[in-house]
């Protein structure tokens, strides 16, 4: 039997019960009937994808996400990035991860390189 709420549908009088309140039914594990989280569920996709500003966006661990090409820098460098780091992509490729192509750079020199290409269509080359 279908419960109707406010032209909602629920599983059961319990979950609707529960809606009217404000409050959700969640399974203990997290996860509807048949469902599995990260590498085991059908749709994984390696962790990686590309976010709304055109980076790399990869899982590092279980519901936290950095860009990767942050995580490539700080795994070449052994160390995390300090807060005025940014990292830098050389060629302008914003999917092109490669160490080679990034550069280390803080956010004054960063924003006056990018600058410089927009305004004077230049190519700048960080020293």
Same mark, same amino acid.
């Given at each position: 039997m279908n419960y109707f709420l406010n032209r909602r549908m629920f599983c059961s &009088? =319990?979950?609707? $019960?529960?809606?009217?309140k404000g409050k %959700?039914? +969640?399974?203990?594990? /997290?996860f509807k009937k048949g469902q599995t989280a990260g590498n085991k569920n059908w749709n994984w996709k390696g962790g990686k994808h590309i976010g709304t500003q055109g980076y790399v966006v990869m899982t590092t661990a279980p519901n936290k996400t950095d860009l990767e090409h942050r995580v490539v820098m700080e795994r070449y460098l052994g160390r &995390?990035?300090?807060?005025?780091? #940014?990292?830098?992509? +050389?060629? /302008? +490729?914003?999917? $092109?991860? *490669? @160490? &080679?192509n990034? #550069?280390?750079?803080d956010? %004054?020199? %960063? /924003? *006056?390189?990018?600058a410089l290409q927009r305004w004077h269509k =230049?190519?700048? /080359? @960080?020293i």
């Open positions: &009088k =319990k979950c609707a $019960d529960l809606s009217k %959700h039914f +969640i399974p203990k594990n /997290g &995390k990035l300090n807060k005025g780091e #940014q990292v830098h992509h +050389i060629n /302008g +490729i914003k999917t $092109d991860n *490669r @160490i &080679k990034l #550069q280390l750079v956010w %004054h020199e %960063h /924003g *006056r390189v990018h =230049k190519e700048v /080359g @960080i």
